[in-house]
């Protein structure tokens, strides 16, 4: 009997599902994480008698043959982009990016990353890096000296000094996009790697080509909808738990093949 592969296939498939669940609610408070996605698609069938086919009996054609089949498949697990809502931190190099783009952000092997995680700081030399350390695109530096730091919304950012009236303009942040940012590879600390299908990251200027805009003092806040996924865990829930059903009725089966006399 098949039905036990099949519904084993249905328990693997919602405990994926589960897994996705949980790792959305794990980063509610996770800044600029948008919540995955688990799709399934149905497995081969076994094609005992194909649509279309001639009957041998009278020479008629089946209307809809006869087609098991033999379980489920996981097909992908995608980020659902969207645009979180911008809280205001007062932290002067705290930066959200309201529309479309990724900072760019310089791995210790040199290979570029990006991120939507604005929450940038500042090394003991001055230079703005992320929460783990990283240097942030394209390398800005602040002297000791500077009073104060502004981002505008085309990502310049400048430093004021006590004894200067003009601020000082220290270079400007770009933001990066892709033809397909769901094809971006997840690597963790809200990092994400160019992919294949991904596209060629294409670089640009805040508010030029479709790109989002900074906004100092903000941090975009997680898309994840706490409502929605508790729904989809009980969801997942249930149907675990009716696959879970049909192995028991299964095996009811099967014993009372062998008992037969």
């Given at each position: 009997m098949n039905a036990l592969q099949i519904a084993a296939s249905g328990m693997s498939a919602q405990q994926m599902r589960v897994d996705v669940v949980a790792h959305n609610l794990a980063n509610m408070s996770t800044t600029g994480y948008n919540p995955r996605r688990a799709d399934f698609a149905d497995l081969h069938?076994?094609?005992l008698a194909r649509p279309g086919t001639v009957s041998a009996q009278d020479g008629s054609m089946l209307p809809t043959g006869v087609q098991l089949g033999l379980g489920v498949r996981p097909a992908s697990v995608s980020a659902v982009l969207g645009q979180g809502t911008l809280t205001e931190t007062g932290g002067d190099l705290d930066v959200a990016i309201e529309g479309s783009g990724y900072l760019e952000v310089t791995l210790p092997s040199g290979t570029p990353a990006y991120t939507r995680d604005g929450a940038l700081q500042r090394t003991a030399d001055g230079l703005i890096v992320t929460a783990d350390g990283y240097q942030v695109a394209p390398g800005i530096t602040i002297p000791s000296d500077a009073r104060e730091v502004a981002i505008n919304a085309d990502g310049e950012v400048y430093a004021f000094f006590t004894d200067q009236v003009?601020?000082?303009?220290?270079?400007q942040f770009n933001l990066v996009g892709f033809s397909n940012a769901k094809g971006l590879e997840a690597m963790g600390s809200n990092l994400f790697l160019e992919s294949p299908a991904s596209g060629p990251a294409m670089v640009g200027t805040p508010g030029l080509d479709g790109l989002g805009m900074l906004r100092q003092n903000y941090l975009e806040e997680s898309t994840v909808?706490?409502?929605?996924?508790?729904?989809?865990?009980i969801k997942a829930q249930r149907g675990y738990e009716l696959n879970a059903k049909v192995i028991t009725a299964v095996d009811q089966m099967l014993s009372a093949t062998t008992q037969v006399r």
């Open positions: 069938y076994q094609q003009q601020p000082q303009l220290l270079g909808d706490s409502v929605r996924e508790v729904t989809e865990l």
